[in-house]
């Protein structure tokens, strides 16, 4: 089910997720909104109900859409360009989705926390904040003060704030005085995330230089092995972080994509549990991580 729906929320936490992730961007009247991107037409839509809304590129943009108008449109898992789906083994339903707004989120995770007797924590991620301001938005005081008004403030609140904008995260801990747990995400520079220059992050030196702003790292699964002729190797990034006192966390976790050298999900967790010893992991299947945690 699409990751950003109220429904797919509740699903994950029944499956035992210990936190819940968001992605956070803004619409054209200031509101913060959960999605998975700065982009609507892979997800919603939109393209129908607004046709013609789209920018040059040919894409259609949150920032372009008020909140009245992003809560006409409808969620479906998401699509390639050619309109295929990412994942066509998931949801195929024909039931009717729609987009929360960032307190909307919060709110639901209270209440599921209530449901299942436990507390689970968030995740949100700062979507694009250099983009967002020149596109003429600061996004990231008004993402702070939905956290506080919330309940979210302190460092042993279950939360994590991530972002991959180094620099937006060393503003949001000097600048903004949050005292929350950060994580700061590492990429490729190839994928055009941020300005951030993942190859100096991922440095000891750069892990280092992180751990006097962040508790932890966010980096991509295949940055933590390589695959050799007698399977995957650990790459020592783990390790290292460690030796800095980060927390590490890798992206994302699928049954039904897989990175290269694991036969299976089951293979994929071991690896990462017993020989990288991560500290947790983004999964889109809570409840066969769980499971793997459990052996």
């Not at 609140?157 to 620099?167: E, G, H, K, N, T």
């Not at 503003?171 to 747990?181: A, P, S, T």
């Not at 750069?206 to 702003?213: C, E």
Request: glycine share 8%; aromatic share 10%.
């Amino acid at each position: 089910m699409p990751e950003h729906t109220l429904e797919a929320k509740a699903l994950a936490a029944s499956m035992g997720a210990d936190y819940l992730e968001q992605d956070v961007v803004a619409t054209s009247d200031g509101e913060l909104v959960v999605l998975h991107d700065i982009h609507l037409d892979r997800v919603t839509n939109v393209a129908e109900i607004f046709a013609g809304r789209c920018r040059d590129d040919g894409r259609y943009y949150v920032r372009d859409f008020s909140l009245h108008e992003i809560r006409q449109l409808t969620v479906h898992e998401r699509q390639n360009a050619d309109g295929s789906n990412v994942y066509p083994g998931r949801y195929q339903g024909t039931e009717k989705f729609r987009v929360l707004s960032f307190s909307e989120e919060l709110e639901l995770v209270a209440t599921l926390s209530e449901k299942h007797g436990r507390l689970i924590g968030v995740y949100p991620e700062i979507k694009s904040p250099k983009w967002h301001k020149e596109d003429g938005f600061d996004m990231t005081p008004s993402f702070l003060s939905i956290l506080n008004e919330h309940g979210y403030g302190a460092h042993g609140d279950p939360i994590y704030v991530q972002c991959f904008d180094a620099d937006e995260l060393v503003r949001v801990r000097n600048d903004l005085g949050c005292e929350m747990k950060l994580i700061q995400l590492i990429g490729e520079n190839s994928w055009g995330e941020s300005d951030t220059d993942y190859n100096d992050l991922k440095s000891e030196q750069g892990l280092s230089k992180l751990a006097k702003i962040v508790d932890g790292v966010g980096p991509w699964i295949e940055q933590l092995y390589s695959v050799t002729g007698v399977g995957p190797s650990d790459s020592g990034f783990v390790e290292i972080a460690h030796e800095n006192g980060l927390a590490v966390h890798p992206y994302t976790f699928r049954q039904d994509d897989l990175p290269p050298g694991f036969a299976d999900f089951n293979e994929l967790m071991a690896f990462a549990i017993c020989e990288l010893s991560i500290d947790g992991v983004f999964t889109d299947y809570p409840d066969l991580a769980k499971l793997a945690i459990s052996r």
